[in-house]
């Protein structure tokens, strides 16, 4: 199997999607919504990059400093320690202006049924800057839903900050499933 490893079932490669490419960044549709999006090892990726070309967005991918290791028992053990401690991964990312979006996509695995640790790190440090807008959360999964995401994004963001319903989906059944996040996504746009 040629350097691909899995989860507990998702094929990928193992790496930190952006451990030799740059990340994705494009900024500069004349769109009122924004993905903003973590993923470890590309299914996430894949669900963000699907939902930019769907909705016209501008997408944004968040990167930590220390990338996560290919071996997916290390990054289980070190999500796994941070979370225990509150110690988030440190951003690599300089955060674009959200004023001019309306509305913003939350991608990210789940992790231990909760959000996975470098979106948590975004929202401890950036939950405020999404008041008066719209937020929605789509995310991949092993199997056992969203977890506490909604909890997570609500306590992070102001009251004034408008949830709608989220997506989750396991990862071994994003590539199936594609029609009913488009739908989503449609919805989501109204």
């Not at 740059?22 to 699907?50: C, H, V, W």
């Not at 955060?95 to 049924?113: Q, S």
């Amino acid at each position: 199997m040629n350097n691909i490893t899995t989860g507990y079932g998702a094929i990928s490669d193992g790496k930190d999607t952006n451990a030799n490419v740059d990340p994705t960044r494009i900024l500069d549709n004349n769109t009122k919504i924004l993905i903003i999006y973590f993923s470890r090892s590309g299914n996430t990726e894949k669900q963000a990059k699907l939902a930019q070309d769907v909705l016209n967005s501008d997408i944004f991918e968040l990167t930590v400093s220390n990338p996560y290791p290919s071996n997916y028992k290390a990054t289980v053990n070190r999500a796994t320690n941070e979370r225990d401690a509150k110690n988030w991964p440190e951003l690599n990312s300089d955060i674009p202006n959200l004023d001019k979006y309306d509305t913003i996509l939350l991608g990210h695995p789940i992790w231990a049924m909760t959000i996975a640790n470098p979106m948590r790190e975004f929202l401890e440090e950036y939950g405020t800057l999404l008041s008066n807008k719209s937020v929605a959360s789509f995310s991949t999964n092993d199997g056992y839903g969203s977890g506490e995401t909604n909890d997570v994004i609500s306590r992070l963001t102001t009251g004034s900050t408008k949830l709608l319903t989220n997506y989750t989906i396991r990862d071994t059944m994003a590539k199936q499933d594609r029609t009913n996040f488009i739908n989503w996504l449609k919805k989501i746009n109204k």
